[in-house]
């Protein structure tokens, strides 16, 4: 994918060159929505405030930006194209025919540094991310061929984090690509986007898109049926983000949607999973049915680490007042090859109220593993 985007971005580039229209690219008025925003960019000395025009076709938002905030007045400053999808997601730029952005003693950016800068923008950790703007370096001060500093002190910046003389230029574009605009994006595609296409989100192999998806439905409030469904559907994802995401979606549930769908969220292989819901249980111990518990404690021989049958006996301990369990799944671990679960188990189960069988199972197991205890 990203050779592809590399081959895509340098057949712009040779367009370009070859004085195409390429990038005047304009939709009908009659499928567009404009939006009249303001926006604080960092490079913007003393914090002033831009008044910007955002514009909404039927794919993608896009708006036209300065391609640097020039400090000392002697910078070239270009016009740009930003487009980001419906998500807020940097897609793109675009550079009108016959311009180029310069560098450093007035060189032209070459296909290599526009390809360069391409990748710069699509890294959401860039180093410009936690710089100042008085950080960067005025173009007066690139010319000394030093990228950057920091008071008397220089802040080295790796050369695969910026093109080498226009540090300024990246600083300025990164900002514009992956600001707050993006969360403006996602706010007003929020409020107009329909349940159907959210849902759609949440099939998309791009995780972005269905943390989107999941925040929307929270804001929203949205516990329908087939909004449920779907989001159940998301198991075996190994994005911690996404999981703690879809918890939270289901912790804000009302109560009997909660306790309908909190035990299909465990895993039998996924630990991470198990953790963040058992985890979620000890939180909201008033949405706990009796039912409900005593289901969760027949789990207890599934769970394989230590941290999930830890938490599980805690919930149990906090809970043991209130409601009366059985205990044979927990003497299941006491066969555990695992010592430090089976002693857990063990200590749990050490003075509870049990028939004759299961004291014989407890001092049986002090006898073989006395030195553990």
């Known amino acids: 994918m990203i050779q592809y985007r ?58 036209d930006v300065p391609s640097v905030y020039c400090w000392d007045n002697v910078c070239k400053i270009d016009t740009l194209r930003f487009y980001w999808s419906r998500i807020g997601l940097f897609q793109r ?9 310069e560098k450093a003693n007035h060189e032209f950016f070459t296909k290599s540094d526009y390809l360069k800068l391409d990748e710069i923008l699509r890294n959401k950790n860039s180093i410009f991310k936690s710089l100042n703007a008085d950080e960067i370096l005025t173009s007066t001060q690139e010319n000394r061929d030093v990228d950057a500093f920091s008071g008397a002190t220089r802040i080295e910046i790796d050369q695969n984090e910026t093109v080498k003389g226009a540090t300024l230029t ?24 329909s349940r159907k296409d959210l849902i759609k989100y949440l099939k998309d192999e791009d995780n972005r898109y269905r943390i989107f998806a999941i925040s929307q439905f929270i804001i929203r409030k949205d516990y329908s049926s087939s909004v449920i469904k779907s989001i159940l559907q998301l198991q075996s994802i190994e994005s911690n983000d996404l999981l703690k995401l879809r918890m939270n979606y289901f912790e804000n549930a ?33 949405k706990i049915s009796p039912n409900l518990f005593k289901d969760l404690c027949l789990y207890t021989p599934e769970f394989k680490s230590y941290h999930e049958i830890d938490l599980l006996l805690t919930l149990i301990e906090n809970m043991d007042n209130k409601m009366k369990i059985d205990l044979a799944p927990i003497f299941v671990l ?27 199972m407890i001092k049986a197991f ?8």
């Open 170 to 193: 990246c600083y300025t574009l990164w900002h514009w690509a992956n600001g707050s605009i993006c969360k403006k994006i996602q706010k007003i595609s929020g409020e107009h986007i």
């Open 93 to 101: 730029l675009e550079i009108k025919p016959n311009s180029q952005l």
């Open 254 to 286: 009302p109560k009997s949607v909660y306790q309908s769908v909190i035990l299909k969220t465990l895993e039998r292989n996924n630990s991470i999973q198990n953790v963040l819901s058992l985890k979620s249980l000890l939180k909201n111990k008033n």
């Open 6 to 63: 590399k081959i895509l971005f340098s057949l712009c580039l040779l367009l370009w060159s070859l004085g195409s229209a390429t990038a005047d690219i304009f939709v009908s008025q009659d499928s567009e929505k404009v939006y009249n925003l303001t926006y604080s960019h960092p490079g913007n000395k003393n914090n002033e405030c831009d008044s910007v025009v955002l514009y909404q076709n039927k794919k993608e938002f896009y708006m």
């Open 366 to 373: 002090e006898e073989a593993k006395s030195e553990y205890l």
């Open 334 to 360: 006491l066969k555990k090859s695992n010592i430090i679960i089976s002693r857990r188990a063990y200590w749990f189960l050490k003075g509870k109220n049990i028939n004759k069988s299961q004291q014989e």
